[in-house]
């Protein structure tokens, strides 16, 4: 089977596995490149660790992609090769042959306290929107749940006896714990929902046109945002300050990375709350601080 059906194969599988439209559209656009790029006729067999460099080059040089967007394209090709080999369309994955491109992690800025209790103080277009809107920045900001998983939430999700939600995100089924602020915005906003013409719909979050979509979702923070001053707001800056607020308070890794939904402890110690590590090793110092024990 030559690479373009290949390509339309893996992303259709992606897609009936409930992976985010996000990852989904990220890797589309890779593989989209490189098969333009490398022909829609090619057989994946005959791609080389060569190929692969030779595409780099050519986004590098003559698309102008940035070191992060490099080391995302290397990723995608890399996880799609990984599939072709497990189909046994090839023999071997000649991505890892490739050195992934570096690129300088840029920590994502922090939500502070005061800030999302200025988000929270904001009105909605309608009594409606308002109970909704700080529901999900309460749900977010608690929970650290990506927007996707946010999204596919339904009313048999949310447990209001255990304060838990059911997700599932990229790393599969997880349960979440919220606490006593937002169960209380959770009952206040589906308290309201029982008044909504699409109430009879299965989705936790809805508006006039069915449940809602990451990109309402990410206007929504963006629009909220320019209201309170906060530049550049969007949902996954909720997750960030959720692990910086977690380890501040005494979590450990292990507690983050299950509530959290990720893979491993390296992806949060590399790449979330790097905004806060400075503030939160200060803080853990004052309290351990070896000399001050000596003294003591």
């Not at 300050?241 to 990720?262: K, P, Q, R, Y």
Request: proline residues 4%.
């Amino acid at each position: 089977m030559n690479l373009s059906k290949l390509v339309d194969e893996y992303l259709a599988e992606l897609t009936s596995e409930g992976r985010s439209k996000h990852t989904v559209a990220t890797y589309r656009q890779t593989l989209r490149h490189f098969t333009a790029w490398s022909g829609a006729d090619t057989n994946p067999a005959d791609v080389t660790r060569r190929d692969i460099k030779a595409f780099l080059a050519h986004r590098r040089e003559e698309a102008g992609d940035s070191p992060a967007s490099l080391s995302s394209r290397h990723s995608a090709l890399s996880v799609f090769w990984e599939w072709l080999v497990t189909e046994e369309e090839v023999s071997e994955n000649v991505v890892k042959k490739v050195t992934r491109p570096k690129a300088p992690v840029k920590p994502v800025p922090l939500v502070t306290p005061e800030q999302m209790r200025s988000l929270l103080e904001l009105e909605g277009t309608t009594p409606f929107l308002t109970y909704r809107n700080r529901a999900i920045l309460l749900v977010m900001w608690d929970t650290g749940v990506r927007v996707g998983e946010l999204c596919s939430l339904t009313l048999e999700n949310i447990d209001l006896d255990r304060m838990t939600l059911t997700v599932n995100g990229k790393t599969g089924v997880r349960t979440v714990p919220f606490g006593k602020a937002t169960g209380v915005a959770l009952r206040r906003y589906l308290r309201r929902r029982e008044y909504h013409p699409g109430k009879g719909r299965p989705f936790l979050w809805i508006g006039n046109r069915g449940g809602l979509s990451e990109s309402m979702v990410q206007k929504t923070f963006s629009d909220y945002g320019k209201r309170v001053g906060l530049a550049k707001f969007h949902p996954h800056m909720t997750r960030h300050s959720f692990v910086h607020n977690m380890l501040e308070a005494g979590a450990t890794i292990t507690d983050v990375v299950c509530i959290g939904g990720w893979e491993n402890a390296t992806q949060v110690i590399t790449r979330y709350g790097l905004a806060g590590r400075q503030e939160r090793a200060f803080a853990a110092h004052r309290r351990l601080s070896p000399g001050d024990r000596l003294a003591g």
